[in-house]
């Protein structure tokens, strides 16, 4: 099986792609290291102050990857103090 999380992020203040990525990248550096996923940015790259990040889980239980993707989505949304979470979603398949 595998999970995805999809967070649609918002920048308030951003006027620039290079300010967005200076404050993108720490992030998806900080969601490798902390809990050992791949992540990427998925789409609105070319928007300043909004970006869509994808999270990925491989493993054989559903509720565990449900369960360790809600943490995440939980960590960002409380510990991420550069932009906001406007929308998370979870896919199990």
Not at 31 to 49: C, G, H, P, Y
Not at 51 to 79: F, K, P, S, T
Request: a negative charge; proline letters at 2%.
């Amino acid at each position: 099986m595998n999970g995805t999380l999809t967070l649609h992020l918002r920048l308030p203040g951003c006027s620039s792609l290079k300010e967005k990525r200076g404050r993108i990248q720490p992030l998806l550096h900080r969601l490798r290291r902390e809990f050992n996923i791949s992540v990427a940015e998925m789409d609105l790259q070319d928007k300043w102050q909004e970006a869509v990040i994808a999270c990925a889980m491989i493993g054989n239980q559903r509720a565990y990857l449900e369960a360790a993707l809600q943490n995440v989505a939980r960590w960002v949304d409380h510990h991420w103090s550069d932009g906001q979470v406007v929308n998370e979603e979870i896919e199990i398949l």
